[in-house]
């Protein structure tokens, strides 16, 4: 029997007595690869985290090639073959791809120097190997995100890792760059890596097609150990039958909440126009660096006003600054919780209070009482795990964290 690249069992973890990770369990075989997938707070984050030494398990045992370990930090989990890509994007804009791949690890010549055409050519060769269509000589600043988004990737690869870990890696990839990523997961496959992945969320029939071309699926629920679904993806990338754990009902009315016609912004927005109706639930799609955010920057008054008018329920609006925003009725869940959507130093009870202070006090006095029970029906609200509102808001697991983006909000 092959011994596993990869075996977890066990797996415990908790933040401030609220458990994040029950019972988990991972076994990763040479050559194959699994999709982790769950909703918010099912602690796939966590379990990954623990992997690479970012976490220290409560409980639990972890074995690389049959020997168990224990990693204090990622610098460790790499030197025993464990490689992760993560979701946020980190390049040095002015350097080239090749130096961004090798960076804090170029090869060297004499009296020290970096040794830049093998270097190149090292690069060069990655980027063909998995038929990226990347220059190594290319300025990371001149490429799309989907394309830094596989020189990451091919950083990743590039310490010839024996278990890969990818966090989202399709997020910011269009079709054609995800095939490419397909691709190179089926090369390494053939050379009896691992690929361990946490999947996008399941938002629309092209991500879940991909979800469906990974041969195994571990399901997490609640931060526990759920089943593996095996066996081939369906050739039409359907799939079994799907049930919604939380309907989302779209019943739009005749009555128009918010109207934008002609907007257009400082940056990345031209001229558009939508109407969202009462009821309606209205989604804007498009890939990273399209202008999605950018439409909703301007919304919010994070960005100056070129062009456009904005009516909310019947009224204009002229809004250049959040506060404006939040008067009128707006509220604003960043995409990037924890550069712009969260106070980290701060409690959960802070944080679900931030954007309606003015309610929760009066001058300068904080009404606690009244910040307490409006923290609390948020909590219940939104069935956010915490064992206190008290609790430092950095110490909760993702999908919490988002709960309570959404709850500052409300």
Do not use: W
């Given at each position: 029997?092959?011994?596993?690249?990869?075996?977890?069992?066990?797996?415990?973890?908790?933040?401030?007595?609220?458990?994040?990770?029950?019972?988990?369990?991972?076994?990763?075989?040479?050559?194959?690869?699994?999709?982790?997938?769950?909703?918010?707070?099912?602690?796939?984050?966590?379990?990954?985290?623990?992997?690479?030494?970012?976490?220290?398990?409560?409980?639990?045992?972890?074995?690389?090639?049959?020997?168990?370990?224990?990693?204090?930090?990622?610098?460790?989990?790499?030197?025993?073959?464990?490689?992760?890509?993560?979701?946020?994007?980190?390049?040095?804009?002015?350097?080239?791809?090749?130096?961004?791949?090798?960076?804090?690890?170029?090869?060297?010549?004499?009296?020290?120097r970096i040794a830049f055409r093998e270097m190149n050519s090292r690069a060069q060769a990655l980027l063909d190997g998995f038929q990226f269509g990347i220059r190594a000589d290319s300025l990371m600043m001149d490429l799309t995100v989907a394309q830094t988004?596989?020189?990451?990737?091919?950083?990743?690869?590039?310490?010839?890792?024996?278990?890969?870990?990818?966090?989202?890696?399709?997020?910011?990839?269009?079709?054609?760059?995800?095939?490419?990523?397909?691709?190179?997961?089926?090369?390494?496959?053939?050379?009896?890596?691992?690929?361990?992945?946490?999947?996008?969320?399941?938002?629309?029939?092209?991500?879940?097609?991909?979800?469906?071309?990974?041969?195994?699926?571990?399901?997490?629920?609640?931060?526990?150990?759920?089943?593996?679904?095996?066996?081939?993806?369906?050739?039409?990338?359907?799939?079994?039958?799907?049930?919604?754990?939380?309907?989302?009902?779209?019943?739009?009315?005749?009555?128009?909440?918010?109207?934008?016609?002609?907007?257009?912004?400082?940056?990345?927005?031209?001229?558009?126009?939508?109407?969202?109706?009462?009821?309606?639930?209205?989604?804007?799609?498009?890939?990273?660096?399209?202008?999605?955010?950018?439409?909703?920057?301007?919304?919010?008054?994070?960005?100056?006003?070129?062009?456009?008018?904005?009516?909310?329920?019947?009224?204009?609006?002229?809004?250049?600054?959040?506060?404006?925003?939040i008067e009128a009725g707006l509220a604003c869940v960043t995409e990037d919780r924890k550069r712009s959507g969260l106070v980290l130093t701060g409690d959960v009870r802070e944080n679900l209070c931030l954007a309606t202070l003015d309610r929760m006090s009066?001058?300068?006095?904080?009404?606690?009482r009244a910040e307490g029970r409006a923290a609390t029906r948020m909590i219940d609200t939104l069935n956010i795990r915490t064992a206190s509102d008290r609790l430092n808001v950095a110490h909760l697991s993702g999908g919490n964290q988002q709960k309570v983006?959404?709850?500052?909000?409300?």
């Open positions: 029997m092959t011994t596993p690249l990869l075996e977890a069992s066990g797996f415990r973890k908790s933040f401030d007595g609220v458990p994040a990770l029950k019972l988990g369990q991972f076994r990763l075989e040479p050559g194959s690869v699994h999709a982790l997938c769950g909703g918010n707070g099912a602690g796939k984050s966590t379990f990954l985290k623990i992997l690479m030494g970012i976490h220290h398990r409560d409980a639990g045992t972890l074995l690389r090639n049959g020997q168990p370990v224990v990693f204090d930090n990622p610098s460790q989990a790499l030197a025993h073959g464990i490689s992760i890509i993560e979701q946020e994007l980190s390049p040095v804009p002015a350097m080239t791809v090749a130096e961004n791949i090798y960076l804090g690890r170029e090869p060297v010549g004499m009296f020290g988004q596989l020189v990451e990737i091919a950083k990743a690869l590039s310490y010839d890792a024996e278990v890969i870990i990818m966090d989202e890696p399709t997020s910011a990839l269009g079709e054609a760059e995800a095939d490419q990523l397909f691709a190179a997961i089926d090369t390494l496959k053939a050379r009896g890596k691992g690929d361990l992945r946490q999947p996008p969320p399941v938002r629309d029939l092209r991500r879940l097609r991909q979800l469906y071309r990974v041969p195994r699926r571990q399901l997490r629920r609640d931060g526990q150990h759920g089943r593996h679904r095996q066996g081939p993806p369906d050739p039409a990338g359907r799939g079994p039958p799907l049930t919604e754990e939380f309907v989302k009902e779209n019943t739009p009315q005749a009555r128009r909440l918010l109207s934008v016609a002609g907007l257009a912004a400082d940056r990345g927005v031209r001229d558009v126009s939508f109407d969202l109706h009462e009821g309606e639930i209205l989604a804007l799609y498009g890939l990273m660096g399209s202008g999605r955010t950018e439409i909703f920057d301007r919304l919010f008054g994070l960005s100056a006003e070129t062009a456009g008018t904005v009516t909310i329920d019947g009224r204009p609006a002229r809004i250049t600054t959040p506060r404006e925003a009066a001058g300068p006095v904080m009404n606690a983006v959404l709850g500052s909000g409300s």
